[in-house]
């Protein structure tokens, strides 16, 4: 037995006798305890635990080539689990709070048996000051933007916003990095200040130990750190930063309109050949981005959600990165295959600007009786001018959320569509578009 079969045992044994010994107070949507339970009489100091699990049942077209079971297909069916965690946080003092968080991401038919929790999330902190805490850990607090630590289980869409996430799987792990940080508010500005050392890209699935000309791509030559910050004014109400992830809509139980501006740097993080030369290339990242999540009518709970950001990218020439979330094929046939790869692959981070645009829309709820279930539509794009690219990258999602307990029970139907690219004299041009179906299923205990 290793230590991620016993560290999840050892949580459960210690949760059930604080259970049995610590009485919990208010309900959460679905009318039970919430998993939080105190650890001194004044309810200062604490103990929670939350735990979620997403589910996929997918149909995807796929990009041309894509090989499964040793034959081309043009289309999968799956079922797969998206995400597993399970995390605990504790205010051990007035002052000192710890964060864990075990999961595991896309376990679908092509996962090797026996896959195990992974630790994600182990980190410290300190509040020296009302407005000023420090940290350190393995930890997903970061910078650039406000989606570049997303709260996957209370998103508006289906899944994350990879376009905020330029470094995910290539000098991080599930965009965690080890780091120092520094955050707090003062007033209305909410601010974080992170300090990273990257994991080396060595360990990417992406890596290529030899540069390519006039192609910048990530390197384990670089011994420095990486950098980033992000800032935010809360017009409206304030959000929590207890932890490092945003919410994507509050279901009306906050009114939030923020402004935010945040940057990423790390020096020689790339590099590339110029005629014949190695030449190294820092990753230069800055975004400016905008939310609201405004009640329309109270009685009601109708919610308008709104979310759109700017993101100017330089990690050096014509760096491009294909992602193909929870892929449902791997392999290639190499004389039918596009410039996207297998699966459900397409280009979504590279150096050029981009702009994301999110909006959704919360209904009334659907039984009066219980005033629980509602419906909540939403679509999103993103506009990409790519330095690698001949033709703008344009994809979109259309979705339907259907949540029973909020965010704590929820069904999601989404529909996203993509550009193909393919290799031509002309250089990388759009060539098709492909569709993928996912209905997904959120269960969330807290």
Not at 43 to 58: D, E, K, M, P, S
Not at 68 to 89: W, Y
Not at 193 to 212: C, H, I, M, Y
Not at 381 to 393: G, K, N, R, V
């Amino acid at each position: 037995m290793n230590y991620k079969t016993i560290i999840p045992i050892l949580i459960g044994f210690n949760l059930f006798f604080l259970q049995s010994s610590i009485a919990q107070e208010g309900e959460n949507p679905f009318g039970n305890k919430p998993l939080k339970w105190s650890l001194n009489e004044k309810n200062t100091r604490w103990i929670g635990l939350h735990t979620y699990l997403q589910l996929w049942a997918r149909v995807n077209e796929n990009n041309p080539g894509s090989i499964i079971s040793e034959e081309i297909q043009n289309t999968t069916t799956d079922i797969s689990i998206r995400r597993f965690r399970l995390a605990v946080q504790s205010q051990i003092t007035e002052k000192l709070f710890a964060y864990t968080q075990l999961g595991i991401n896309n376990l679908n038919y092509l996962s090797p048996r026996g896959t195990s929790l992974d630790l994600l999330d182990a980190y410290i902190e300190y509040d020296l000051f009302p407005q000023l805490s420090i940290g350190a850990g393995k930890t997903a607090w970061t910078g650039l933007s406000r989606y570049s630590a997303p709260n996957t289980s209370k998103l508006l869409s289906y899944d994350l916003l990879f376009l905020a996430l330029p470094t995910n799987d290539e000098t991080n792990d599930l965009i965690r990095k080890l780091s120092l940080y520094t955050k707090g508010k003062l007033g209305k500005l909410d601010y974080r200040l992170v300090v990273s050392k990257p994991f080396s890209a060595r360990n990417s699935e992406d890596f290529d130990e030899t540069p390519q000309e006039h192609i910048a791509k990530f390197t384990d030559q670089g011994s420095g750190g990486s950098y980033s910050g992000y800032v935010k004014w809360e017009f409206k109400d304030r959000e929590s930063n207890k932890i490092p992830f945003s919410d994507g809509t509050y279901l009306g139980k906050k009114s939030v309109l923020n402004v935010g501006a945040g940057i990423e740097y790390q020096p020689d993080a790339l590099w590339y050949l110029e005629n014949g030369e190695v030449t190294f290339s820092d990753m230069k990242l800055w975004a400016i981005d905008f939310f609201l999540d405004q009640p329309i009518n109270p009685k009601k709970n109708t919610v308008l959600t709104f979310y759109t950001g700017y993101f100017n990218y330089d990690f050096g020439p014509n760096y491009l990165k294909n992602i193909g979330a929870n892929n449902p094929a791997t392999s290639l046939d190499p004389i039918e295959s596009s410039f996207n790869g297998p699966g459900n692959a397409f280009p979504v981070v590279g150096t050029g600007d981009s702009f994301f645009v999110q909006a959704g829309y919360l209904f009334s709820y659907m039984g009066k009786p219980d005033k629980k279930s509602q419906l909540q539509s939403y679509f999103s794009i993103q506009y990409s001018d790519f330095e690698q690219l001949e033709d703008p990258m344009i994809y979109y999602d259309l979705g339907l959320n259907w949540l029973f307990n909020g965010h704590l029970s929820k069904l999601s139907l989404n529909f996203q569509n993509r550009p193909v690219f393919t290799e031509t004299i002309n250089g990388i041009e759009f060539d098709d578009r492909k569709w993928m179906a996912i209905l997904q299923y959120i269960i969330r205990l807290e």
